[in-house]
């Protein structure tokens, strides 16, 4: 069956962005929509829930003969959208058979906009300049692939190197579902696979071809990505990865060579779900003697935490998350970036978001009419579209806002909004706030500035995360003997730890009180370390030795684990 995919009509591009294009592809009658447009490599990543029909953002227009809606559709889609033929790619097959002998859809222009995912820095070198060798670092996360291009000459002592470019963009296999376990059981089959394989290698080749025309060779690679994430890319069977007991099918720490690519550096790979991505991340931290004992934690879809002692001794330690803290499953969420909320404060007059800021300091306030109006004492109306430039809520958003609620008494430790019957809260601000609760068939929704909401689902998904976590930690930390007080350092890798504020986390819970002013940024380790190790190759045998002995902690095969986690299914400490 062929499919075209078309801009709609009724949406503009995203400002600066690339026109979008109509796209034709082939695709077999039976599987999902959002499957065959979605992973094709043709058309924007983006990360889906993989069929829950909960995240919304796989719609499409059919632009004629649209099938009748379904209840997942009407959940997510207005009466005026459903009457216009918008529906839910996950939800719908590709037909045997259409009239013409192609199934024409809209989508959003942004989907199909190009995305080189390429920002090249000032002073990198241009065509007419003389060759520059370079070394490529590479974070294949499951959600968001970020990259540096440091050049082999930099200076003595510059341990992650002066970057010739750098960029970011999502992971093309995000189509096959945002969290590890949906990546898997595509990758499972040998065609899944390789598709998944091919996605990402493509991507990698564009950097490259882009790097070359801007007068940088590229002599080795070092890719640093969880077990999963490596395995598909390397295209190695991923079958002891997805059922228990879970294995390893190598240990990583070598060079590969794969066809269109320089020499590829894998770092160790501790356990199943502990992966070259902490080990560089740790690679990044020693180097720069960070004190002990501290943890690295690195939280996406999977939680992964190393703790390394005074002794010199490594604990490992993994745990699901889901991809809540990559903005993905609450019903506002959005990855963090331009135009998404980062935080929540409260004000005399009201609740105030505020986009992107500098780390750990106060965002720019939104000024959109509807928080203007809340900033001014003015309620807003119920069900007010979302305002003009502003997206929708990142996860330390969500963690700032649970923070404020819990601390006013409009959230109780197990999560749950006060009930109608509830008398109404003391304090005038409170009263004020709780006038935001909606409640209907689909539960309860609070709604914020900015016409957004906050439904009852989202503090759920957002609890498991605290629990999980929470309880990920505390195992550490007793493995390895080392009491809170006595930790030097939590350092929190990626966006959560750039943006989410210390005391926000010990209010709900995910650490012990006391350890806030001991949790540090380490903005993306992963990818400082993978520059190191392509840079310093020899660093690479200490890392592994490091590696071999450390202990790994089998969090979720622990008979006690999943009574454990209940008792954690509470904010606070």
């Not at 820095?121 to 968001?144: K, Y």
């Not at 928080?371 to 929708?392: I, K, L, N």
Request: glycine share 12%; hydrophobic share 45%.
């Amino acid at each position: 069956m062929k499919l075209r995919l078309i801009p709609a009509a009724r949406e503009r591009a995203v400002p600066g962005s690339p026109l979008p294009r109509a796209v034709e592809l082939h695709a077999s009658s039976g599987e999902t929509l959002a499957r065959a447009i979605w992973l094709s490599g043709q058309v924007q990543a983006l990360p889906l829930c993989a069929g829950l029909g909960r995240c919304g953002r796989c719609r499409v227009r059919f632009v004629r003969d649209a099938p009748a809606p379904l209840p997942a559709e009407e959940a997510v889609f207005s009466a005026d959208a459903l009457a216009l033929g918008w529906r839910l790619a996950c939800r719908r097959q590709v037909p045997d058979a259409v009239a013409g002998g192609m199934l024409t859809l809209e989508l959003p222009a942004e989907d199909l906009a190009e995305d080189a995912g390429i920002a090249a820095l000032p002073g990198a070198p241009g065509p007419q300049a003389a060759e520059r060798e370079l070394v490529l670092a590479v974070d294949l996360g499951t959600t968001s692939v970020y990259w540096r291009a440091p050049a082999l000459d930099a200076p003595r002592g510059d341990l992650f190197g002066k970057d010739a470019a750098q960029g970011q963009f999502l992971n093309p296999q995000a189509g096959a579902g945002a969290d590890i376990m949906s990546r898997l059981a595509v990758a499972r089959e040998p065609q899944g696979r390789k598709l998944l394989a091919g996605l990402a290698r493509e991507r990698l080749g564009r950097i490259l071809t882009a790097l070359g025309a801007d007068g940088g060779r590229v002599s080795r690679i070092c890719l640093a990505a969880n077990t999963a994430m490596t395995d598909i890319f390397l295209d190695r069977d991923v079958a002891g990865l997805c059922a228990a007991p879970y294995r390893i099918s190598h240990s990583g720490h070598e060079t590969v060579h794969l066809p269109g690519l320089p020499p590829l550096y894998i770092p160790p790979l501790p356990g199943p779900f502990v992966g070259g991505d902490v080990s560089a991340g740790l690679a990044a931290l020693l180097a720069c003697e960070t004190p002990r004992p501290f943890v690295l934690a690195d939280l996406g879809t999977n939680g992964e935490l190393a703790l390394v002692t005074e002794k010199d001794e490594l604990v490992l330690a993994s745990v699901p998350l889901g991809p809540a803290l990559e903005g993905i499953g609450p019903e506002c969420g959005q990855l963090a970036g331009p135009e998404v909320i980062t935080e929540f404060s409260l004000t005399p007059l009201g609740l105030a978001a505020h986009l992107p800021g500098p780390a750990h300091e106060p965002g720019t306030a939104c000024a959109c009419p509807a928080c203007r109006a809340a900033t001014a004492g003015v309620r807003r109306q119920s069900g007010e579209a979302a305002a003009p430039g502003v997206r929708g809520i990142s996860a330390t958003g969500y963690l700032s806002l649970l923070a404020v609620l819990l601390q006013l008494g409009l959230l109780d430790s197990s999560g749950r909004f006060p009930a109608s019957s509830s008398p109404p809260p003391r304090m005038p601000l409170a009263r004020r706030l709780a006038e935001g609760f909606a409640r209907g068939p689909a539960g309860t929704r609070l709604h914020l500035p900015c016409g957004l909401w906050l439904a009852a689902g989202d503090v759920e998904v957002l609890l498991k995360v605290k629990a999980a976590f929470a309880l990920a930690l505390e195992k550490l930390l007793a493995a390895g003997k080392v009491r809170p007080a006595e930790l030097a350092a939590l350092c929190l890798a990626g966006a959560l730890g750039e943006h989410v504020r210390p005391q926000h986390l010990e209010t709900l819970g995910f650490v012990p009180a006391g350890l806030g002013p001991r949790i540090r940024a380490v903005g993306n380790a992963a990818l400082d370390g993978a520059a190191l190790l392509a840079l310093q190759p020899g660093r690479g045998d200490a890392l592994a030795e490091l590696c071999a002995r450390a202990r790994l902690l089998a969090l979720v095969d622990d008979p006690d684990f999943q009574q454990e986690y209940l008792r954690g299914m509470r904010f606070g400490a």
